[in-house]
């Protein structure tokens, strides 16, 4: 398994994004992802699915030190009373004491960034999180935070795919020394056809989502893939054996033209 690290956190560079799964579908699937070795679940209390990540990450009896779970606050529960209140129901669902990495899943727009912040490290100091981070912040808004922030800022999980040249903000985030996870990691589906991926990864045996997959991590980047299938769990996970050369990474980064972003909703910041 390969790790992304910042700040003293050691994070599995591949993890289970749950966007959008449900119910018994997804606590049998936490499980399968469990037996084919992800390590790292990726959640959010907007995703309406804690409940469910708790009860499969139960279910399949692995031990607490051997997962690695990120949960994200809504913009809506950013004032520090909301903030610890919700971040409560939160743990209360997961069935945890603690969290290995809490993020502000959007910035807010009505609520002082320091506010926020605090009521973030707070929650560190307190041992309800190992590490703390953000979502979807700009270089600004990422500037802002590190120099606001008492405890280190881990990460900022954002955009990020062939199509979407995030390299400004990766640079700055490493700047700072904060990893970046990359959400959308094969833009929704949108470049499993991609006829250059497709070629490139037809070389290793690989599929176009592979050979997405892999651009990224060969950066450094950690990933969550979401996908409701498990042959497709599988398939993201099997992207260790094999690298992509110079000229390949070169070929796979020429895409970023298309410049196409797939999550961009009224709470989004405006963008780098």
Known sequence: MKFVEAHGMRMPAIGLGTWELRGRDCVRLVQDAVKIGYRHFDTAQSYDNEAEIGEGLQASGLPRDEAFVTTKIWPANHAPADFARAFKESLAKLRLDHVDLL?????????????TIGALCKVKRDGGARHVGVSNFTIALLDDAVRLSSEPIACNQIEVHPYLDQSKVIAACRKHGVAVVAYSPVARGRLTDDGV????????GKSAAQVSLRFLVQQGLGIVPRTSKVERLKENFAIFDFEL?????KEVAALSSKAHRVVNIAAAPVWD
């Open 245 to 249: 050369s110079d000229a390949e990474m």
């Open 197 to 204: 991926l497709a070629a490139i990864g037809k070389r290793y």
């Open 103 to 115: 993020l502000l899943h959007w910035p807010s727009k009505d609520i002082p960034l320091a506010d």
